[in-house]
């Protein structure tokens, strides 16, 4: 059958509603029976992806897709790019700034977190551009 | 065993006006008003009687015990919670409230503080041991258990798998009676008095235990002017040393008082069931990696803001704290192991559209079409909480379109303006060109 789809805007300069689509899309898998363990890898990979695109992007556009075997999440921004993935997919590198690291962001969990509750994740990054994320969780 | 699912808060019928005050309010959107009557959903209620204070009306009520339960037993023993203590300006001993309840019937007392000590103790034990998952919930307020059941399938395994400090004190007490009394534990009735129909629905229905071991439970609302009246007339030498249990126990009915017992360096204490669902949508999404321990109960100042309480919750708190500081440390507290959870919490997918996937899709797709017909005044009119519960209600069966007052008008609307054109004759022309 024909995917769900969900688009979202991010705002990227309201901190008070970074992660309100994440909790939305967790709210739908809810409904619709996924069980737990699936709602939760969605959620936890979808906020992080979220927030990154607030703190480090000015936000974005997030399609999510969701189908009763894979739910997919498309990540969109307009922000700087990341320069170097490989360092950027490291636990606890972080080029957070001192102001967002006191709100307790930037411990550099961020993205590993995406690619641990997730099954696929591509990114494709231009610096100066933008980023988007592809993030795939399996039933 | 499937048992007939059981739980407290009702409505009375003849009292609701079909107002939709209670309809908002309902954490779990578990309240519907149909024919001019609210309805609750059973299986979605949490019992933590929101609805039964948003009530102007006093249509929710909560079913309770009558005080004449009593008369089932030959001996019988009061459970008192500190929130009781803290509804009477006059009590500023606790022995004397515990001296209250011997005068009106009761052949004996025990305090749920003194089960809230042991597994204060219990509840440091396994923090310690580091073997739980990170944040470790607090199970004794069942509304929340029962919110955590069926809202947060992903925090279950976070609930601490302890006893709530009521069904430990209830097992001690029965135990104490046999031995006091001589008598049989069928003879003996073990009464607890209840600051919210959320306790009552875990004893006559429990998550997660066999049987509860408390036989009844009488409302504190109930039994408060039978005490008012006996209160003032017992004189000094009549109060009896009945308490037994320390300062970190009495302060447990007030919130923030179980976290500072457990001593957990990091934790969060939540009240106010709306407040609960927040910070726990934020462990869920593992915002809160940090923390150790949550504390979350669904009223607010803790049991002593109990829906079937008399005092003014906030009264009730300060004097609570007063009572409890006035306490020392409890120094004896008895170990007990037997404290843990008998049977696992399972998750009740309450909210599903269809148990199967593809067929909850469809509905949800259906959902989507019919809310974007709606205004979006969110109005509750029609009977549902808000529009987008309407269109989950027209999916689900249980309303249909023409309960939105709107597009009832807009049908109206377009049917009066054909019957004018009918009159004027305007039909007949349009066909005839
Ligand atoms: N959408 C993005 N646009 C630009 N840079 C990004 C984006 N997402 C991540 N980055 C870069 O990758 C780094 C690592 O991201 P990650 O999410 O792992 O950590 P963090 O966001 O810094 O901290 P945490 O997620 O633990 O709060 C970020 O510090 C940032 O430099
Ligand atoms: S008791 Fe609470 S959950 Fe139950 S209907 Fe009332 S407000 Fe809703
Ligand atoms: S906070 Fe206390 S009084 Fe309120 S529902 Fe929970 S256990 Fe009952
Ligand atoms: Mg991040």
Redesign the pocket.
Known sequence: MEPMKYHFEVKGDDFSVAGENSSKVKKILRQLGFDPETIRRVAIAMY??E???V???EGGYIDAEISPDKVKIV?Q?K????PDIEK??QEG????TNSVRELG??????????KKYSDDLVIN?VVGE??R?EITVNV | MDKIYWHSVTLEKDNCKGCTNCLKQCPTKAIRIQNGKAKILKERCIDCGECLRMCPYHAKKAVTDSFEILDKFKYNVALTAPAFYAQFSIADNIDLMLTVLKKIGFDDVYEVSAGAEIITEKTKELLKSGTLPRPTISSACPAVVKLISIRFPNLIDNLIPLLPPVEVAAKLAREEAVRKSGLSESDIGIIFITPCPAKVTSFKNPMNLEKSNIDGAVSINDVYLKIAHKIGKISDSEIEKLSRSGRKGVLWGVAGGESEATESKRHICVDGIHNVIEVLDAVEDGKLRDIEYVEALSCIGGCVGGPLTVENSFVANSRLKRIGEELEDNKNIPHEDDVFWENPISYKPVMNLDDDISKAMEKAMKIEEIYESLPKLDCGSCGSPTCRDLAEDIVRGYASENDCIFKLREKINILARELNKLESGDIKNTRET
């Open positions: 992080e992806a927030i990154n695109m703190i480090h992007a990540l921004d922000g700087p790019g990341i950027a997919m590198y972080s080029t957070a962001f930037g411990a550099g969990m961020g993205l590993p977190n995406i990054t933008g980023t994320l």
